[in-house]
Structure formats: C-alpha cells, structure tokens
C-alpha cells in the first residue's frame, strides 16, 4: 500500500504519542491517473452514493458553503455577516475552510498531491466567492493538472451556490503569470466542466434576507447592546425562524440563545408586547404544528406575536394550560400578554 506523498508536520521528540490523537480517516491508498472524463463522471457518482443521492448531495455541499461562510464572518466574535465586512485576505480564507468543512462533511482520504482522494483518485477542492456579471475564476496550480478539481462558488446575497467537477489538464487551464503560475479555467476548461449543481438554493443568511431591517438591528453597536439587538431582532424578524448564528451574531456572545429566553431574554421583556419566542423545547411542539410552523431546532427561535382567540376567528389556533385558544396575532393588532403553555 503506497504512503501519500503530502508531507506531514514534524512532531517535537516526545510528542509523537499525540499522532495517536488524529481524526481517524479512510486510508490513502495508491494513486489511480485520471484518463478521461468519464472518471470525473464516476467521482460525482460516488459523491452522489456517499451523500444518498443527487438531492441529498446539493443539500449537503449547500450546508458546507453555509459553515464556509458563517466561519470566514466569525459573526459571535465581530457581528458581521455578510462578504464586503472581510478583508482580502479573509475573503480567500474562505476558500480553505470550504476544504476542511468538506472534507469533515465526507470524510474523504488525503489525495497525494491534492486535498482528498475519491475511488483512489486526487481531487482538490477551489472556492471563489461569485461576482455578479463575470465567470468564476479559480486559481488553479500546475500541480493539479492531470487530477480532478471540485469548484465551487457561493453568492450570499442572492442565495445561490454552483459546483462543478473538472478533469484539469494542461489545454484547460490558462497561463499562469503569477509566481505560482496559477491561472483559470479556459474556455476549454469550462465547458469540460460536470455540474453537480448550478444556481441552487443556498441555506438562507437571515440577516442578508432582509438588509433594511438587519441594519437596524445591527445599528446598535457598543458590547452592552446586544440586548438591545435581540429584542430588536425578535421586533423586526417575526414570524421568521431565525438560526443559532443569526442570533450569536446580533447579541455578540457565547450564549446568545441566552437573550432569547427567560430570565431577563426577550421571552420576558417582550411578553407585554405578545411575543411568543419559539424554541425547540417540547412546550412549543403544540404551538408549532397548530400554527403550520417550521420547528426550531437546537439553538433556533421563531419570535410570534400572538393574541387571544374568538370562536369566530378562521385563523389557526392552538390551546394554553387554561384552555384559552390563541392565534398568531393580525397586522397592527395590540397585544399586551402571552399564554402559559404546559411545561
């Protein structure tokens, strides 16, 4: 069995038991050469097999560009959540921690020369964040040609993601000018191009959704607002289901869920106003499925003004411990309490 070729780091002398504590992974075995394109097509099929299917594969590299993303804003240590708050050099980081997202999602072997190896072929994976009017342009390296490269681009703002596999040989690459004669895709190289998906749904950024409403929470800046952000969130998002690194981002800590919740959260502070801040615990269950909502998971809410339910009222309802019915409250309705529900 061949050993990869990609040198590790030295370990200090008396350190070597620590290797033991790696990530196990699949064993890189002998490097098998790409010969024709039909290779490319056998990978895709094993990233299809890997994932359960061409559906679960889109869905699946859509939450890896989403991490990827989320990682490069680091949106609990600096609130920002969005591409032009990056600098150069975190903007092409991002294309790393695409890799290692990855790799972590499929648990690939090491390639010799490359990031993974699929059916004993080298595969590198190249990110480039989309720019609207113009081609992606990865920075392709001579050492990748004769193996297969995955490229992939992600717009946030407009919710769209595209990946394709490439077969990179010499006549489908421009000419490097640069110190690492790294270059582009030619048009040759594009249209060599297997899509694995074009323009598909990327995982919603939910502060991008809505930019006008996102500044004003956002606005609030200085390390004792972030209450203040929450509950302005809560205000301004209603009714949407708002993930963990959404609510990290605005409040700016650790335990952003915190601000969500009792004991001083925007359950408590905004119950004079009718919200119902939906988690994922089971008193909510109820509530979620008599409304037709999205269940939360771990670490989500859905902030909803509710209001009292009459007998005449067609909208859907649900039921508190006092046998009082509510529903999701109208439009510039008042509401100045919310339901106890069962614990």
């Known amino acids: 069995m061949a050993t990869p070729r990609r040198k590790k780091p030295p370990v200090p002398p008396g350190f070597d038991m620590l290797l033991q504590l790696q990530p196990l992974r699949p064993v890189t075995v002998a490097k098998q050469a790409v010969t024709s394109d039909d290779d490319v097509v056998a990978v895709k099929h094993e990233l299809e097999r890997l994932a359960g299917g061409s559906d679960r594969l889109a869905v699946r590299l859509g939450h890896v560009l989403r991490r990827a993303l989320d990682r490069s804003y680091d949106g609990l240590a600096t609130g920002r959540f969005h591409l032009a708050q990056l600098s150069k050099t975190e903007?092409?980081?991002?294309?790393?921690?695409?890799?290692i997202e990855l790799q972590k999602e499929f648990d690939f072997a090491d390639g010799h020369d490359t990031d993974y190896q699929i059916l004993?072929?080298?595969?590198d994976a190249k990110y480039t964040h989309s720019r609207r009017g113009t081609s992606p342009a990865w920075m392709i390296?001579?050492?990748?040609?004769?193996n297969i490269a995955l490229v992939a681009t992600a717009d946030d703002y407009s919710s769209v993601w595209s990946a394709w596999l490439v077969w990179v040989t010499?006549?489908?690459?421009?000419v490097g000018d640069n110190r690492d004669a790294k270059a582009n895709l030619n048009q040759e190289g594009r249209d060599a191009r297997i899509p694995i998906a074009v323009n598909a749904p990327l995982p919603p950024n939910d502060l991008l959704q809505r930019p006008v409403d996102a500044y004003e929470v956002m606005k609030f800046q200085g390390l004792r607002q972030g209450q203040k952000r929450v509950l302005e969130l809560c205000r301004r998002f209603e009714g949407n289901r708002l993930s963990r690194t959404t609510v990290v981002t605005v409040a700016k800590q650790l335990d952003g869920p915190k601000r969500m919740r009792e004991s001083g959260g925007a359950r408590t502070l905004l119950a004079d106003e009718g919200f119902l801040v939906i988690g994922h615990e089971s008193c909510y269950h109820a509530v979620v499925k008599a409304l037709g909502l999205p269940s939360p998971e771990r670490g989500e809410f859905i902030p909803l003004r509710v209001a009292p339910a009459a007998a005449e009222d067609p909208e859907p309802s649900f039921e508190d411990v006092h046998g009082n019915r509510w529903r999701r409250a109208r439009r510039g309705e008042r509401c100045t309490c919310v339901p106890t529900l069962p614990a």
Request: hydrophobic share 25%; glycine share 20%; aromatic share 4%.
């Open 91 to 99: 903007k092409a980081h991002t294309g790393s921690l695409f890799e």
């Open 120 to 123: 004993g072929m080298d595969v």
């Open 141 to 146: 390296g001579p050492e990748i040609e004769g």
């Open 170 to 174: 010499p006549g489908r690459r421009n």
